[in-house]
Protein backbone atom coordinates (compact mmCIF):
# COMPACT_ATOMS: atom_id res chain seq x y z
CA UNK A 1 0.00 0.00 0.00
CA UNK A 2 1.44 2.91 -0.74
CA UNK A 3 1.69 5.88 1.82
CA UNK A 4 2.95 9.44 1.52
CA UNK A 5 3.75 11.66 4.61
CA UNK A 6 4.09 15.30 4.15
CA UNK A 7 5.90 16.84 6.98
CA UNK A 8 6.80 20.04 8.73
CA UNK A 9 9.42 21.14 11.20
CA UNK A 10 8.48 21.98 14.69
CA UNK A 11 9.71 25.74 14.13
CA UNK A 12 8.11 28.20 11.52
CA UNK A 13 10.67 30.06 9.09
CA UNK A 14 11.41 31.00 5.63
CA UNK A 15 11.84 29.53 3.51
CA UNK A 16 8.78 26.94 4.14
CA UNK A 17 10.70 23.46 4.72
CA UNK A 18 8.26 20.66 3.89
CA UNK A 19 9.51 17.03 3.20
CA UNK A 20 7.77 14.34 1.09
CA UNK A 21 8.37 10.94 1.39
CA UNK A 22 6.82 7.43 -0.44
CA UNK A 23 6.39 4.40 1.07
CA UNK A 24 5.76 1.50 -1.80
CA UNK A 25 6.32 3.47 -5.02
CA UNK A 26 3.38 5.23 -6.60
CA UNK A 27 2.54 3.81 -10.69
CA UNK A 28 3.54 7.16 -12.31
CA UNK A 29 0.21 6.97 -14.04
CA UNK A 30 -1.41 7.22 -11.05
CA UNK A 31 -0.05 10.46 -9.60
CA UNK A 32 -1.77 12.91 -11.09
CA UNK A 33 -5.59 11.43 -10.27
CA UNK A 34 -3.96 10.95 -6.52
CA UNK A 35 -2.78 14.39 -6.89
CA UNK A 36 -6.50 15.52 -7.43
CA UNK A 37 -8.05 13.40 -5.16
CA UNK A 38 -5.86 14.87 -2.33
CA UNK A 39 -6.61 18.88 -3.85
CA UNK A 40 -10.52 18.12 -4.54
CA UNK A 41 -10.05 16.68 -0.77
CA UNK A 42 -8.50 19.87 1.55
CA UNK A 43 -10.08 22.44 -0.90
CA UNK A 44 -13.46 21.49 0.42
CA UNK A 45 -12.15 20.89 4.30
CA UNK A 46 -10.55 24.30 3.77
CA UNK A 47 -13.66 25.97 2.34
CA UNK A 48 -14.06 29.33 2.07
CA UNK A 49 -11.54 30.27 4.63
CA UNK A 50 -8.68 32.41 3.44
CA UNK A 51 -6.23 29.79 3.33
CA UNK A 52 -8.82 27.89 0.93
CA UNK A 53 -9.18 30.29 -1.01
CA UNK A 54 -4.81 31.36 -1.38
CA UNK A 55 -4.75 27.48 -1.97
CA UNK A 56 -6.69 27.65 -5.31
CA UNK A 57 -5.09 31.24 -6.10
CA UNK A 58 -1.47 30.07 -5.92
CA UNK A 59 -2.27 27.04 -8.46
CA UNK A 60 -4.05 28.28 -10.62
CA UNK A 61 -1.88 31.42 -11.14
CA UNK A 62 0.64 28.52 -11.32
CA UNK A 63 -1.17 26.56 -13.93
CA UNK A 64 -1.84 29.86 -16.77
CA UNK A 65 1.61 30.32 -17.04
CA UNK A 66 2.80 26.51 -17.27
CA UNK A 67 -0.15 25.27 -19.50
CA UNK A 68 1.25 26.45 -22.54
CA UNK A 69 5.31 25.49 -21.00
CA UNK A 70 4.32 22.02 -20.33
CA UNK A 71 5.78 20.03 -23.15
CA UNK A 72 9.02 22.09 -22.93
CA UNK A 73 12.07 20.72 -21.53
CA UNK A 74 13.00 21.12 -17.87
CA UNK A 75 15.66 23.42 -18.10
CA UNK A 76 13.46 26.02 -19.73
CA UNK A 77 11.01 25.57 -17.35
CA UNK A 78 13.51 25.98 -14.77
CA UNK A 79 14.31 29.34 -16.64
CA UNK A 80 10.66 30.36 -16.47
CA UNK A 81 10.67 29.68 -12.51
CA UNK A 82 7.67 27.32 -12.97
CA UNK A 83 9.84 24.54 -11.59
CA UNK A 84 8.50 26.02 -8.22
CA UNK A 85 4.95 25.91 -7.84
CA UNK A 86 5.28 28.17 -4.32
CA UNK A 87 7.45 30.82 -4.45
CA UNK A 88 8.50 30.26 -0.90
CA UNK A 89 7.88 26.60 -0.72
CA UNK A 90 11.49 24.64 -0.31
CA UNK A 91 10.86 21.12 -1.01
CA UNK A 92 13.26 18.36 1.20
CA UNK A 93 13.36 14.92 0.34
CA UNK A 94 15.72 12.15 1.88
CA UNK A 95 14.78 14.66 5.63
CA UNK A 96 11.40 13.37 7.31
CA UNK A 97 9.98 16.37 9.58
CA UNK A 98 7.95 14.80 12.42
CA UNK A 99 6.34 18.47 13.99
CA UNK A 100 3.65 18.28 11.53
CA UNK A 101 2.72 15.61 9.56
CA UNK A 102 -0.29 14.96 7.05
CA UNK A 103 -0.54 11.64 5.63
CA UNK A 104 -2.41 10.13 2.08
CA UNK A 105 -2.35 6.22 2.04
CA UNK A 106 -3.24 5.03 -1.03
CA UNK A 107 -5.91 2.25 -1.78
CA UNK A 108 -6.97 0.13 -4.80
CA UNK A 109 -10.13 -1.44 -4.31
CA UNK A 110 -10.53 -4.13 -7.14
CA UNK A 111 -11.84 -3.13 -10.33
CA UNK A 112 -12.28 0.35 -9.35
CA UNK A 113 -9.96 3.68 -9.49
CA UNK A 114 -7.37 4.31 -6.73
CA UNK A 115 -9.27 5.88 -4.23
CA UNK A 116 -7.15 8.01 -0.79
CA UNK A 117 -7.43 8.17 3.25
CA UNK A 118 -5.80 10.49 4.96
CA UNK A 119 -4.41 12.01 7.73
CA UNK A 120 -3.62 14.97 10.19
CA UNK A 121 -2.37 16.45 13.24
CA UNK A 122 -5.64 16.46 15.81
CA UNK A 123 -5.33 20.42 15.29
CA UNK A 124 -4.08 20.86 11.61
CA UNK A 125 -2.36 24.56 10.52
CA UNK A 126 -4.61 25.50 8.14
CA UNK A 127 -1.80 27.00 6.19
CA UNK A 128 0.40 23.83 6.32
CA UNK A 129 -2.82 21.65 5.64
CA UNK A 130 -2.95 23.89 1.87
CA UNK A 131 0.79 23.48 1.67
CA UNK A 132 0.93 20.17 1.72
CA UNK A 133 -1.26 20.01 -1.48
CA UNK A 134 1.27 21.65 -3.22
CA UNK A 135 4.62 19.73 -1.59
CA UNK A 136 3.01 16.84 -3.22
CA UNK A 137 2.37 18.69 -6.47
CA UNK A 138 6.04 19.92 -6.54
CA UNK A 139 7.55 16.46 -5.53
CA UNK A 140 5.59 14.45 -8.53
CA UNK A 141 6.40 17.89 -10.76
CA UNK A 142 10.03 16.77 -9.99
CA UNK A 143 9.60 13.75 -10.46
CA UNK A 144 7.68 12.54 -13.39
CA UNK A 145 7.53 14.37 -16.45
CA UNK A 146 4.01 12.89 -16.99
CA UNK A 147 2.57 14.62 -14.15
CA UNK A 148 4.36 17.13 -15.26
CA UNK A 149 2.91 17.58 -18.63
CA UNK A 150 -0.74 17.02 -17.46
CA UNK A 151 -0.88 19.24 -14.00
CA UNK A 152 -1.37 22.52 -15.13
CA UNK A 153 -4.06 21.22 -17.30
CA UNK A 154 -5.92 20.00 -14.51
CA UNK A 155 -5.85 22.58 -12.20
CA UNK A 156 -7.11 25.04 -14.60
CA UNK A 157 -10.28 22.19 -15.12
CA UNK A 158 -10.78 21.99 -11.09
CA UNK A 159 -10.77 25.95 -11.51
CA UNK A 160 -13.51 25.39 -13.98
CA UNK A 161 -15.45 22.58 -12.26
CA UNK A 162 -15.12 24.98 -8.96
CA UNK A 163 -16.61 28.00 -10.98
CA UNK A 164 -19.37 26.01 -12.79
CA UNK A 165 -20.25 23.07 -11.27
CA UNK A 166 -19.86 22.60 -7.35
CA UNK A 167 -18.15 24.70 -5.23
CA UNK A 168 -15.12 23.19 -3.19
CA UNK A 169 -17.72 23.55 0.03
CA UNK A 170 -20.00 20.97 -1.67
CA UNK A 171 -19.03 17.27 -0.33
CA UNK A 172 -20.07 15.71 -4.17
CA UNK A 173 -17.05 17.84 -5.15
CA UNK A 174 -14.44 16.17 -3.90
CA UNK A 175 -15.14 13.09 -6.22
CA UNK A 176 -16.94 14.98 -9.04
CA UNK A 177 -13.89 17.84 -9.57
CA UNK A 178 -11.09 15.16 -10.16
CA UNK A 179 -13.34 13.25 -12.21
CA UNK A 180 -14.11 16.01 -14.24
CA UNK A 181 -10.28 17.62 -14.48
CA UNK A 182 -9.10 14.00 -16.03
CA UNK A 183 -12.00 14.05 -18.62
CA UNK A 184 -10.90 17.14 -19.43
CA UNK A 185 -7.52 16.62 -19.65
CA UNK A 186 -8.02 13.36 -21.89
CA UNK A 187 -10.19 15.76 -24.27
CA UNK A 188 -7.38 18.17 -24.59
CA UNK A 189 -4.64 14.63 -25.61
CA UNK A 190 -7.21 13.78 -27.81
CA UNK A 191 -7.68 16.81 -29.65
CA UNK A 192 -4.15 17.15 -29.21
CA UNK A 193 -3.46 13.38 -31.45
CA UNK A 194 -6.02 14.51 -33.77
CA UNK A 195 -4.11 16.96 -34.97
CA UNK A 196 -0.95 15.97 -35.33
CA UNK A 197 -2.34 13.04 -37.09
CA UNK A 198 -4.10 15.59 -39.26
CA UNK A 199 -1.06 17.62 -40.02
CA UNK A 200 1.15 14.49 -40.78
CA UNK A 201 -1.26 13.85 -43.31
CA UNK A 202 -1.37 17.08 -44.60
CA UNK A 203 2.74 17.09 -45.16
CA UNK A 204 2.22 13.87 -47.91
CA UNK A 205 0.02 15.53 -50.14
CA UNK A 206 0.07 16.94 -53.64
CA UNK A 207 0.17 20.76 -53.71
Known sequence: MTEFA????????????????????????EQVWIWDLYYAKTAHALGDSAEGAELRETLDGWA?????????????IEQAGLHRLHPELELVTGTDFEGEVYRVRVERPEGEWPVIHTSEPDAPDPRRRALAVIALAQY???K????RRE????????????LDGRPPTDPYSMVEAPLFAVNKALEFFE??????????????RPN
Open 140 to 142: FFL
Open 144 to 147: NKLF
Open 64 to 76: VQMASKAFLPMYK
Open 151 to 162: VALHVLALRKYY
Open 6 to 29: IGFPPQSGAPLRVSVSEHDELAEH
Open 191 to 204: SLQRERAGAGEGDG
